[in-house]
């Protein structure tokens, strides 16, 4: 069997841009804590990323660590619908859960409050549900050879 990446270029598209929105995520990070540490600097006052509970670093360690937590099971899930199930169902799931990763800092805020914003089930339902999709439609192919 001979791997054409033409017939599987929007996984590959989907892989690369879920790649770069994570980096992106980890770029917001050491600059969020840059400036964080200047602010604490020019105040007088000690930053300590992870005991200090700012919530402006907790919002953006969230955003990150999100993605990451997600990443394993999603780019598994991914791949195996695109390979088992077909690349075109694999590639607009894929879309959907990686502009619902894109939208779940923006929904988040720049500040996490003392509980979760309602607004991120926007982000976090639509990104279950792809995971639920690709997994049962992996199960279907498997059990029916469709």
């Known amino acids: ?47 300590d990323r992870y005991f200090g509970q700012d919530r402006e670093m907790l919002a953006s360690d969230r955003a990150q660590l999100n993605m990451l937590e997600h990443m394993p099971v999603f780019l598994a899930l991914l791949w195996l619908n695109a390979a088992f199930v077909g690349p075109l169902g694999a590639t607009v799931a894929g879309g959907i859960y990686v502009a619902a990763r894109i939208a779940y800092p923006i929904l988040m805020g720049q500040r996490m409050g003392r509980g979760i914003r309602v607004s991120l089930l926007a982000a976090t339902v639509p990104g279950y549900l792809v995971i639920g999709y690709f997994s049962v439609r992996l199960i279907v192919a498997a059990i029916t050879g469709q």
């Not at 791997?3 to 996984?11: E, K, L, V, W």
């Not at 892989?15 to 200047?38: D, E, N, P």
């Open 1 to 47: 069997m001979q791997f054409d990446p033409q017939m599987y270029a929007g996984p590959i598209v989907v892989t690369v841009v879920y790649t770069l929105v994570y980096y992106a995520t980890q770029i917001r990070g050491m600059r969020t804590k840059s400036r964080l540490v200047r602010e604490y600097q020019s105040r007088g006052e000690k930053f």
